[in-house]
């Protein structure tokens, strides 16, 4: 049997199944990450199928209804492109769920390559097109969707990476519609450590941005005078470094509240992994992008990738907004503040009552994606 809590990694006491039962359902009943987009209903007969922590019996229970939708996509696809398209992403989104938070048991490693599979067949539908992107990187390949507006021939484009848990496809689905509205085209991107990422996280893994920008560059189809760089959660962490990576092939960075400094510390991590902001098996998730295993590994490692310590804040960026939440308990505010104070001046969106990237009562994801961070890109990248 493979659980979800980690007895040796244990930092409180995580959600026991009906708590946590309860908590996804709650979640999908308010349309709250990580659960926009799932059907009440749905959600409550695929947990109402799972008795355990086991990470295969929850994998198997949502893999079971992404087949559904799957088959329903197949047989749809002769008849009726758009309802085909909804009926993938919603293969996509249950058996991404199953997958969920990182792919730590045989059964989450399937839910996650079945999830991958029926979003690729959502992409070849797509209205405009998804292009997937193969490039080549150190001998493997970065993978990654761009999608552009139409009736724009050559547009700016934002490459938008998301966190420790919203793949590349989540950026597709969350923020595509967005992007695409206000002009823009995106390319979306795993953070080193998650989705196909080729490497892991450590010191100098924003090379793998640097050469998606170089592929850019050789497109006709984009404005490559105009890019943009947007991170969120722990995706915020490359924009960061992004901004001073690439202060002159980059127009706009947004680090939507990335780690920095303090999140890497090991008393901030004591505290955060306990958070119930998150769901569940935040530690296995946190250490799988870095590649270890025990506690004492991973509060090792986090220091090297603080920005403070490398001295990189105090050089030259690109044009920055930050924005979170006053009240994370994920990533500590502290990094957007040290991010805000240090070398050239930056632009700030701050929720005092918000909490993780911001989001709170009257602030969803979205509506500060579309009334804040789109708005600010539109200007920057005009």
């Not at 780690?259 to 901030?268: D, G, L, S, T």
Request: aromatic share 10%.
């Amino acid at each position: 049997m493979v659980c979800l809590n980690w007895a040796h990694a244990q930092i409180a006491v995580g959600r026991t199944w009906p708590e946590l039962q309860q908590a996804v359902q709650e979640r999908t009943n308010a349309q709250r990450y990580p659960m926009t987009g799932f059907d009440a209903k749905e959600v409550a007969e695929i947990l109402g199928r799972i008795r355990s922590l086991d990470r295969d019996e929850w994998a198997l229970s949502w893999i079971q209804n992404g087949e559904h939708h799957g088959r329903n996509a197949q047989a749809l696809e002769k008849t009726d492109a758009a309802k085909a398209r909804e009926a993938y992403l919603s293969a996509w989104r249950y058996h991404g769920f199953g997958a969920w938070p990182t792919q730590n048991s045989p059964e989450k490693k399937r839910a996650h390559a079945l999830a991958t599979q029926a979003f690729r067949s959502y992409a070849k539908l797509a209205d405009p097109p998804i292009e997937v992107l193969r490039i080549p990187f150190e001998g493997k390949e970065i993978v990654a969707y761009l999608q552009r507006p139409k009736g724009i021939a050559k547009p700016p484009v934002v490459m938008s990476v998301g966190g420790l848990d919203s793949y590349k496809e989540f950026v597709v689905e969350q923020f595509g519609p967005d992007y695409l509205k206000a002009g823009l085209a995106y390319v979306a991107l795993d953070m080193p450590g998650t989705g196909e990422a080729p490497i892991k996280i450590d010191v100098g893994a924003e090379r793998m941005y640097s050469k998606v920008i170089d592929a850019l560059h050789s497109r006709s189809d984009i404005d490559a005078s105009k890019i943009g760089f947007q991170g969120v959660s722990w995706g915020g962490h490359w924009a960061a470094r992004m901004a001073h990576a690439e202060p002159q092939r980059l127009k706009a960075v947004v680090n939507w509240a990335g780690p920095v400094h303090a999140y890497f510390q090991r008393e901030w991590q004591l505290k955060a992994l306990g958070t119930r902001e998150y769901l569940f098996d935040l530690f296995p998730a946190r250490a799988s992008v870095y590649g270890v295993e025990t506690l004492e590994d991973f509060l090792s490692y986090g220091p090297r990738m603080s920005l403070k310590d490398a001295a990189a804040l105090g050089k030259a960026s690109a044009p920055q907004l930050l924005v979170n939440g006053e009240r994370d308990t994920q990533v500590p505010i502290d990094d957007l503040y040290l991010v805000l104070k240090t070398g050239t001046p930056k632009e700030a969106w701050v929720n005092p009552e918000g909490g993780h990237i911001g989001r709170g009562k009257d602030w969803s994801d979205g509506r500060i994606f579309a009334e804040i961070v789109v708005p600010w890109f539109q200007r920057k990248l005009r």
